[in-house]
């Protein structure tokens, strides 16, 4: 070989090796992928997870991508989006129980994280809370005194509470968690529990008809997906009858909803970030153990409750961490 070639193949040699080291240099960028319903996403809680990321480290579009993809209510097209971002390859999910059963159903090696959930153990997404075993992990939002809290703060604003209705998703397997566990809080105080089971619209349409008919003195939520879709229709329909409701979610507590008592959903999906971070790192999320909220907050909407003509007792106004006019 000439001294002119060698030179030339020493150059392009060279040059071929700075490529592969500058590429096998460029960081990877992992796929986080959520799915939910259309409008069944606060909108505050993408910003709280990004924010999360960056607190640990992470740029989104330089570390990290994170979408979000939407599937109708029925459970066809949920499964058809969940195969889609399978075939994107994602590196974690990051869900609600719900649609985590689906994906599970669909792998059992992607790793998955619970951004909301009533009972995962329950749900067959772990084997035990401090040891999931399986491929998801997270935070359990609910907790079994949850609804005893709810019922013992109406009880105080509504001192003759004897007829609890609570709103169910059939198809949500901790929403037969929350009933039952609704149910026990409303026996030990004296209560009846009157579940109406809604999966969709028409449904919670009819369930509305027949409290029209026999109202129940206040209402209690299933925090799923399904039900916060059809946040409008159920606000509107509480204040038509005169019904107190209560919520899971503290974040936003709109007009229609009486008072919130629970953890953070935007401090949940901050949280979810380091379990994030744990997985893309290497973690095997069956080893991480799934977290429940040990801090809750109660926000209080006084506009609600004026239009409902209850007077709210001062002893809970000045317990609460906020009070919306």
Known sequence: MGGVARRQFLTAAGAMLAARCALAQAPKVFRVVAVNTPSAEPNFVRPAFVEGMRELGYVQGNHFAYEVLFARKDASDLTAVVDRALASKPDVFLVWESIAQVIR?????????????????????????????????????MNDQLPGKHIEILREILPGLRRVGQLVDRNANGCKVAEQNSARAAREVGCTLM?????????LESAFAQME?????????????????????????????????????????PRGVLFAYASSLADLYRRAAVFVDKILRGADAGELPIEQPTTFQL????????????????SILLRADRVVE
């Not at 669909?106 to 959930?117: A, F, H, N, Q, Y």
């Open 195 to 203: 579940p109406y089971y809604v999966s969709n619209l028409p449904e």
């Open 213 to 253: 008919r026999d109202p129940p003195d206040a209402l209690l939520p299933c925090p799923t997906p399904v039900l916060y879709s059809f946040r409008s229709v159920l606000f509107e329909n509480v204040l038509r009858l005169r019904i107190p409701l209560t919520s899971y979610i503290t974040d936003n507590v």
């Open 299 to 314: 926000v209080v909407n006084h506009g609600t409750a004026q239009a409902l003509g209850l007077a709210v007792p001062q």
């Open 105 to 141: 159903a669909k792998t059992k090696t992607v790793p998955i994280v619970l951004v909301g959930g009533l009972d995962p153990v329950k749900a067959g997404l772990a084997r035990s809370l401090s040891r999931p075993g399986l491929n998801v992990t997270g935070l359990a939002q």
